[in-house]
């Protein structure tokens, strides 16, 4: 059974950080292309950072340059670290394979980004 844990969310101002992180079970990270997801109230998900199976990192326009994906493979863990945080940012966070599999959805984590 595939778990997916998302973590390191919560209330931070804008121009503030965060470190969000996935802990997979029943899955090998490094055997997927796997991303981020974020989805907020009245809107699609959308893809916000991709990792490749082959370790190629990809960025919506929105976060590029502010984003950062990254895995640790010895610990079956992703990561996205997040700067420059936005109130448009603002949604609950997931991680999962590319593409989604609703199967492995986890809870999600809230990032609010507000003063």
């Known amino acids: 059974q595939v778990q997916l844990v998302e973590s390191g969310g919560g209330l931070v101002q804008p121009g503030g950080s965060l470190r969000l992180s996935c802990a997979a079970s029943?899955?090998?990270?490094?055997?997927?292309?796997m991303g981020w997801y974020r989805q907020a109230p009245g809107k699609q998900r959308e893809l916000v950072a991709a990792f490749t199976s082959g370790g190629i990192t990809n960025y919506a326009d929105s976060v590029k340059g502010r984003f950062t994906i990254s895995r640790d493979n010895a610990k079956n863990t992703a990561y996205l670290q997040m700067n420059s945080l936005k109130p448009e940012d603002t949604a609950v966070y997931y991680c999962?394979?590319?593409?989604?599999?609703?199967?492995?959805r986890g809870q999600g984590t809230q990032v609010t980004v507000a003063s």
């Open positions: 999962n394979t590319i593409p989604w599999r609703n199967a492995y």
């Open positions: 029943g899955i090998i990270f490094s055997n997927y292309s």
